[in-house]
């Protein structure tokens, strides 16, 4: 008799969910091909998609059991249909909801059984039980942890939506490796490339010569230029893009370079055009030293960068991690700059990008 680790979620939102749930619990615990349960803290969280509903009670279990994957899934969908479970509405609340999130390392992809759940990646309702039954255990397709792929999240909750703009932004310190990378994804993904017009900007190189009366002229070009280029009225519907730089990362350059007075100002511009940029569906943040940094930043020797001091790469390294502190926009993939300097490096982050993103099906 094969042993085999499942692991579910469970997910109610109508009548008492708690109830539900032990009632879940003896169903499987009177199943004699069900040897171990292991039960996660259960907690509230907000109903995910577009139809306005009541909190969901959510939770995850660990099973030992001498089922095949197929034997569970049919149990499980047995249980909420014991329970009264109606699948009147997609996204609509349910008495019981329950998910065979992964089955040892297997992989599935029939129409109606898909192992692991195609968006458990996305959903930290269903990875904070995994998290905290299971922190080191690995996904099988994306080969990342349930700690790692929890940390992406910030405790935030996504799905895939093919009807906006697949915008992919890269974040990170200035040398770093923003722009090849960025380069890199796009290529592969066949995706239009977005670069920040640095070259173009006629106040910078005075700026960083240390001409700072004309640092607000010089971050209200870059805010133009980058509100301009992310417009959602520009941008397609389930069309992939690549930027190299994240909009957000404007105001932490902003703070750097102006004085509170002209902060202030630019405050009021950063603030009137947030509305009509385009959120990116995922964010690759990467990290380095600052040493690092400049080292790059000298080796590629464009003059204008060249005055620039450690203690401002400083100041923008705070401000990138602060912003992803508790960043719940889009999911973020953190990376060291050497996890993606090789091309089989980039090849994988490519097809690992591809998890966080809905091609359109036109």
């Avoid at 700690?147 to 996504?158: F, H, I, S, T, V």
């Avoid at 350059?253 to 630019?266: F, Q």
């Avoid at 995922?282 to 001091?309: A, F, G, M, T």
């Avoid at 060291?336 to 036109?362: F, H, L, M, N, W």
């Amino acid at each position: 008799m094969n042993e085999h680790t499942a692991y579910i979620g469970l997910g109610s939102n109508a009548g008492d969910r708690r109830d539900y749930f032990n009632r879940v619990l003896s169903a499987l615990q009177t199943c004699p091909s069900v040897h171990s349960i292991r039960e996660s803290s259960f907690y509230e969280t907000a109903a995910l998609g577009p139809v306005e509903q009541p909190a969901f009670f959510n939770g995850a279990l660990e099973l030992q059991t001498s089922f095949t994957h197929r034997q569970l899934f049919e149990l499980l969908g047995k249980i909420e249909q014991d329970l009264g479970r109606q699948r009147s509405e997609h996204w609509g609340p349910r008495t019981i909801d329950l998910d065979l999130l992964l089955y040892d390392d297997s992989i599935m992809n029939d129409a109606d059984l898909k192992i692991p759940h195609p968006q458990l990646h996305l959903r930290s309702f269903a990875l904070k039980g995994l998290y905290e039954l299971a922190p080191d255990l690995e996904h099988p397709v994306l080969k990342r942890t349930m700690r790692e792929l929890a940390g992406r999240l910030n405790g935030g909750d996504y799905w895939l939506d093919s009807e906006k703009p697949q915008l992919i932004s890269i974040a990170g310190n200035i040398g770093v490796g923003k722009t090849t990378l960025a380069t890199g994804l796009a290529e592969r993904l066949e995706a239009k490339l977005i670069s920040e017009k640095y070259d173009a900007n006629p106040f910078l190189a005075d700026v960083y010569a240390g001409k700072t009366e004309l640092a607000l002229d010089s971050e209200l070009f870059f805010l133009s230029s980058s509100a301009s280029q992310l417009r959602k009225d520009r941008m397609k519907a389930g069309r992939v893009y690549v930027n190299d730089y994240v909009f957000e990362k404007a105001h932490i350059y902003a703070s750097g370079w102006l004085e509170p007075a002209d902060l202030a100002k630019y405050e009021k511009h950063f603030n009137s055009i947030c509305e009509g940029v385009t959120n990116p569906r995922l964010v690759i943040y990467l990290n380095d030293s600052v040493e690092h940094c400049l080292q790059r930043i000298h080796q590629r020797n464009r003059p204008y960068e060249q005055q620039i001091k450690p203690a401002f790469l400083e100041h923008l390294a705070r401000g990138y991690d602060t912003l992803y502190t508790d960043y719940t926009v889009c999911p973020v993939i953190r990376l060291s700059s050497d996890e993606c300097r090789t091309p089989e490096q980039v090849d994988r982050i490519a097809e690992e990008a591809k998890y966080y993103i809905a091609k359109s099906q036109g």
